[in-house]
Nanobody
Framework: EVRLVESGGGLVQPGGSLKLSCEAS????????MSWLRQAPGKGLEWVSAIYTDATTYYEYSLKERFTISRDNAKNSVYLQMDSLQVDDTATYYC??????????????????????????WGQGTQVTVSS
């Protein structure tokens, strides 16, 4: 059974940092592509970042200067380091098992708008609130 468990969310002031973690089980993590998504209150799903099996990283363009995705195959975990957090980063953040077919021609390809059915396996989500 595929299981994804996120942690690390919380309340942080604008300009602060958080590191989200996602521990995976039930599949061969080292051969899996992983992504982080988020959903802000009253808004649709937004793709944030992806990391491929070779640790190549991809970011939503507006977030690439502040967010860093990484993976540790020995710990079956993927991480999202978020710096210089802004109020607009307030959302529930989800770790998902991604599809290799989205990674080609040196880029990550995802349709918009996203729907939950675009990904088969999700974590339960972790809440990030940026507020003073």
């Amino acid at each position: 059974e595929v299981r994804l468990v996120e942690s690390g969310g919380g309340l942080v002031q604008p300009g602060g940092s958080l590191k989200l973690s996602c521990e995976a089980s039930g599949f061969t993590f080292s051969t899996a592509a992983m992504s982080w998504l988020r959903q802000a209150p009253g808004k649709g799903l937004e793709w944030v970042s992806a990391i491929y099996t070779d640790a190549t990283t991809y970011y939503e363009y507006s977030l690439k200067e502040r967010f860093t995705i990484s993976r540790d195959n020995a710990k079956n975990s993927v991480y999202l380091q978020m710096d210089s957090l802004q109020v607009d980063d307030t959302a529930t953040y989800y770790c998902v098992l991604d599809d290799h077919s989205r990674f080609y021609s040196g880029a990550y390809h995802i349709r918009s708008p996203l729907v939950r059915g675009d990904f088969d396996y999700w974590g339960q989500g972790t809440q990030v609130t940026v507020s003073s």
